[in-house]
């Protein structure tokens, strides 16, 4: 695991020099700071829109950053031809997905830490504090971060980075609306339609699982065992994403 570790630190290190990290971070914590601004327009609750705002840009940046660089870690480098040297020490093909990936996560959720505190002194600010839902929210985000963390790397593996882009922000709007699809599946009239969109359901991620944005933002409360079995859900679709990505990628011709 010496050569995942070291991929993996060598990934962070590669993503902290680069400017759309830097970018993304600044949009959220300003987005963030702005929203204490936009709650003393408003008449109502502050810490809702506060929240709301906050988690949004989480997610925005979040998302930007597992796809996009997602994609770069992997089909951009087959496309650059500058994994062909990491390749040639030898590293097998699986430490280098594997690494990567691990790289990518972590920096995923150190920069979700830091927007959580930008929007934790926000609140404060405002005479708020952050409550145990919302904490609970910013964990099921890097969970779904990680999700799409791993769809990138599995369209990378196998596309170019335009297509691979394209399909991660595709399945990423579809599996926040598969609530719907499974609705259907349960009203539908036609057998063959109902198992259609069963299938798509079970093989689809179901990201909507992974929300909590607005039980946040009204400070209702969720049990820790919903947290738990949402946040296995999420992990274990990962870890099937990737091990199907590094089992694509091992047997394609990089020539």
């Known amino acids: 695991m010496s050569a995942v570790v070291a991929i993996a630190g060598n990934t962070v290190r590669e993503l902290v020099r680069g400017k759309l990290l830097y970018n993304l971070l600044l949009f959220a914590a300003l987005f963030v700071a702005g929203s204490l601004l936009v709650a003393q327009l408003t008449i109502g609750n502050w810490v809702r829109i506060i929240l709301d705002m906050g988690l949004g840009a989480m997610e925005v940046a979040g998302v930007l950053l597992a796809i996009v660089i997602g994609v770069g870690i992997v089909a951009g480098e087959v496309q650059r031809k500058t ?21 990518l996560v972590l920096l995923l959720v150190v920069n979700a830490a830091v927007i959580l ?3 934790g ?4 600010l405002a005479g ?9 929210a910013v964990a099921l ?5 990680a999700v799409l ?5 599995l369209f990378a593996s196998f596309s170019t980075p335009i297509l691979a882009g394209s399909y991660a922000f595709a399945l990423f709007f579809i599996g926040h609306l598969l609530p719907d699809l499974r609705a259907f599946a349960e009203k539908s009239q036609s057998a ?10 079970l093989l689809l991620p179901d990201l909507e699982l992974l929300n909590l944005k607005a039980h946040a933002s009204n400070e209702l409360p969720v049990a820790a065992a919903y947290v738990w079995r949402a946040a296995g859900y999420g992990t274990a679709y990962a870890a099937v994403v990737l091990a199907v990505a590094i089992l694509i ?7």
């Open 141 to 145: 985000l890097c969970v779904e971060f």
């Open 149 to 153: 963390a791993s769809v990138a790397v």
């Open 249 to 255: 990628f091992s047997r394609r011709d990089l020539n």
């Open 83 to 103: 994994i062909l040297p990491t390749l040639a020490k030898p590293v097998p093909r699986w430490k280098f997905c594997a690494g990567r990936y691990a790289g």
């Open 117 to 119: 505190a930008v929007l």
């Open 192 to 201: 063959l339609g109902g198992n259609v969109a069963r299938g798509f359901y």
């Open 121 to 124: 002194l926000v609140l404060r």
């Open 128 to 136: 708020y504090s952050l409550g145990r839902t919302t904490l609970q």
